[in-house]
């Protein structure tokens, strides 16, 4: 039997996972950009959320790639694993409703609310939260419980930052996927793919550290064009007090390390202070030699 808590402590409940929510999402962003691999990226989401959140239930559907007016979900926990697979028509049930207005949603007791598309035993209350990408929902990850009325709106919140975590993520395992897939050797190419990330990324030369590609997310998150900071030294975005780290990973990656991730304060152009989440993955060239690093950085 299920203990149902009042809603004091619910209420109270909500303030300690606010609290807790910066310390939350500094692992998570480290441990999300660092799984390349989409399907392992997923079922790591989902096992994180249900774990260290304390979810009953959890479910990620991202667009279906052969249907873009269609949502499938892709990875479940709890409950919702016999849901894996399980194609939600455009415009149908709540998660319709996340993509349709791109707004996170709280539903206290999904056998009163008419939108649900498939009502599930065992599941009374859920929480959901779009993934976008560029302004374009691309995804929905829910949280479910047992219990009607379980969820607080700091639990909404939370989940709603993770999304945008996850979104990130997922897409710049999509870019490593179409990375390997297209052998990208054209250097206009690679400029185009890196600019449609919306994620902020840099690919360095691992000899020297230079900045030899820069995209427009990474201008957005340091205030640097990419004419002032390609040929430029890494270095030029580490705060004094943390310089060095970014040599480190670099030397990591020289060391034949598959990716290395840091949490550190970076500088922009501006003098501004801004907190990341960077994660360095190695490049090789043609004849299957690492040469560069491509850097993911994720601010918060």
């Given at each position: 039997?299920?203990?149902v808590?009042?809603?004091?402590q619910?209420?109270?409940r909500g303030?300690?996972?606010?609290?807790?929510a910066?310390?939350f999402?500094?692992?998570?962003?480290?441990?999300?950009?660092i799984v390349l691999?989409l399907?392992?990226?997923?079922?790591?989401?989902?096992?994180t959320?249900?774990?260290?959140l304390?979810?009953?239930?959890?479910?990620?559907?991202l667009?279906?790639?052969?249907?873009?007016?269609?949502?499938?979900?892709?990875?479940?926990?709890g409950l919702?694993?016999?849901?894996?697979?399980l194609?939600?028509p455009a415009?149908?049930?709540?998660h319709?409703e996340?993509?349709?207005?791109?707004?996170?949603?709280?539903?206290p007791?999904?056998?009163?609310?008419?939108r649900?598309?498939q009502?599930?035993?065992?599941?009374?209350?859920g929480?959901?939260?779009p993934?976008?990408?560029?302004n374009r929902?691309?995804?929905?990850?829910?949280?479910?419980?047992?219990?009607?009325?379980?969820?607080?709106?700091?639990e909404?919140?939370?989940l709603t930052?993770v999304?945008?975590?996850?979104a990130?993520?997922?897409e710049?395992?999509?870019?490593?996927?179409?990375?390997?897939e297209?052998?990208?050797?054209?250097s206009y190419?690679?400029?185009?793919?890196l600019?449609?990330?919306?994620?902020?990324?840099?690919?360095?030369?691992?000899?020297d550290?230079?900045?030899l590609?820069?995209?427009?997310?990474?201008a957005d998150?340091?205030?640097?064009?990419?004419?002032?900071?390609?040929?430029?030294p890494l270095?030029?975005?580490?705060?004094?007090?943390?310089?060095?780290?970014?040599d480190?990973?670099?030397a990591?990656l020289?060391?034949?390390?598959?990716?290395?991730?840091?949490d550190?304060?970076h500088?922009g152009?501006?003098?501004q202070?801004?907190?990341v989440a960077?994660?360095?993955?190695?490049?090789?060239?043609?004849?299957?030699?690492?040469?560069w690093?491509l850097?993911?950085?994720?601010?918060?």
């Amino acid at each position: 039997m299920k203990l149902v808590l009042p809603s004091r402590q619910r209420r109270n409940r909500g303030r300690r996972d606010s609290a807790g929510a910066l310390a939350f999402l500094s692992h998570l962003a480290g441990e999300f950009s660092i799984v390349l691999n989409l399907q392992d990226l997923l079922a790591h989401v989902i096992r994180t959320c249900r774990v260290e959140l304390g979810f009953d239930s959890c479910s990620l559907a991202l667009v279906d790639e052969d249907d873009q007016d269609a949502l499938r979900i892709q990875a479940a926990s709890g409950l919702r694993t016999t849901y894996i697979d399980l194609k939600i028509p455009a415009g149908r049930g709540l998660h319709g409703e996340v993509v349709r207005t791109g707004q996170p949603l709280l539903v206290p007791d999904m056998a009163a609310d008419s939108r649900v598309f498939q009502l599930q035993p065992g599941i009374r209350s859920g929480i959901y939260a779009p993934l976008i990408v560029r302004n374009r929902v691309v995804g929905v990850l829910s949280a479910l419980r047992s219990a009607k009325d379980a969820f607080t709106h700091a639990e909404l919140d939370l989940l709603t930052v993770v999304a945008g975590y996850v979104a990130g993520a997922v897409e710049v395992a999509r870019l490593h996927e179409r990375l390997k897939e297209q052998a990208l050797n054209s250097s206009y190419q690679l400029a185009e793919a890196l600019d449609l990330a919306s994620v902020a990324m840099i690919i360095a030369s691992l000899e020297d550290g230079a900045i030899l590609r820069w995209n427009r997310a990474a201008a957005d998150v340091y205030g640097y064009t990419q004419e002032e900071a390609v040929g430029r030294p890494l270095a030029l975005l580490e705060s004094l007090d943390q310089r060095g780290a970014l040599d480190e990973v670099l030397a990591a990656l020289r060391r034949g390390e598959s990716a290395r991730s840091i949490d550190v304060v970076h500088i922009g152009k501006e003098g501004q202070r801004r907190r990341v989440a960077l994660t360095a993955h190695p490049m090789r060239n043609a004849a299957g030699k690492v040469r560069w690093a491509l850097l993911d950085v994720m601010a918060y």
